[in-house]
């Protein structure tokens, strides 16, 4: 009884920082909606330098699967559902979203990027796995974290990208790649992962590692006298650092994330439907451009935080209503969320 209680906990404290990570994906939405999002303030900047890597990263978390746990069913069977999940529902809320907004000739799969890329790196992770299975060697890190440093490597050299690459939106597939990864070797040697993200040093260091790289990542100084060293820390330090300090916040209040709380269960639920909330909102982001020149002050931050998570919370609720309704189907759960028969 205590090992479910256990592995509950661990579940359910990732899917509540999973729901933190929708949040935060639909609060920068909100924000671009506004003329601030991007890095066009330091809100949206904060929260630019870890939401796509903790969304990647507990994307990997989830994925992590023991080699010998695989077979040619299971594969096939997992396969099926991620092409459901990751690809037929994109590619129909994308099309109804086109359709909605008029648009005939899409350049890629505009703000539906997401998806599409999870969906590659899924088929990475098994073709390494097989090859781990065929060759009885476990080099399935070794290949993933190569892999990682190729596709830093490519976005380092500035190469840029053209045609089929443009659609199978390679150039973030390069660049979220490290956290996919990350998540995997965190959930695969998790009970070491987990006494680390414990120790208080850790969580200091974090902390610390990330005040001081947001620091120099509005230092003119830096960028003018390293230019290496100042994307260096804006494309790869900051972030991590910025994932690493979220997640020790929320393995460190994994008890009560765990809890009945009605607030923590509803983070929970967010966390088990961020497909349903990322393929709906977009349909429900207001233009809120009218608000940019009174919200764009650096001492609007308060302001900034309180209408766009005021207006965040609202799209997100509509989002699980609408989802909730919709998977009252079962076909339609099953093809378009991917869910088990």
């Known amino acids: 009884m205590k090992t479910n209680h256990t592995s509950n906990t661990r579940i359910q404290w990732v899917d509540s920082m999973r729901g933190f990570s929708m949040i935060v994906v639909v609060l920068g939405h909100v924000l671009l909606s506004m003329d601030i999002g991007g890095y066009d303030s330091f809100l949206s900047t904060i929260f630019l330098t870890f939401r796509m890597p903790l969304f990647f ?47 005939s000739h899409p350049t890629g799969f505009g703000g539906y990027w997401f998806t599409i890329v999870l969906f590659q790196m899924y088929l990475i992770y098994l073709c390494c796995v097989w ?36 659609a199978l939106c390679s150039e973030n597939l390069c660049k979220y790649f490290q956290f996919f990864t990350f998540g995997l070797i965190v959930s695969r040697y998790s009970e070491t992962a987990f006494k680390i993200l414990s120790k208080n040093l850790f969580i200091t260091i974090s902390i610390i590692g990330w005040t ?107 989002c699980i209503i609408i989802s909730s309704f919709v998977r009252e189907s079962r076909f339609l759960r099953m093809w378009l969320f991917g869910t088990k028969s």
């Open 212 to 318: 001081v790289s947001m620091i120099l990542w509005y230092s003119p100084f830096l960028q003018r006298i390293c230019p290496l060293a100042y994307s260096l820390n804006h494309d790869i330090i900051a972030r991590y650092f910025g994932l690493l300090s979220i997640i020790a916040f929320f393995y460190s209040n994994r008890n009560h994330l765990s809890s009945g709380n009605k607030y923590c269960a509803g983070l929970r639920l967010i966390g088990q439907r961020t497909l349903d909330v990322y393929m709906l909102h977009y349909f429900f982001i207001p233009d809120l451009k009218i608000l940019h020149s009174w919200l764009a002050p650096a001492n609007m931050i308060i302001i900034q935080l309180v209408i766009s998570l005021s207006i965040t919370a609202a799209i997100v609720i509509l």
């Open 131 to 166: 090859l781990s299975k065929i060759t009885k060697f476990n080099i399935v890190f070794p290949i993933l974290m190569t892999l990682s440093f190729i596709g830093v490597g490519i976005l380092a050299a500035n190469i840029k990208f053209y045609g089929i690459a443009i």
């Open 57 to 103: 990263f507990v994307s990997g978390f989830f994925s992590f699967r023991a080699i010998e746990w695989w077979n040619k069913c299971r594969t096939y069977n997992i396969i099926g559902r991620k092409f459901k999940a990751q690809i037929i529902c994109t590619i129909v809320f994308y099309g109804i979203f086109l359709y909605s907004h008029g648009v």
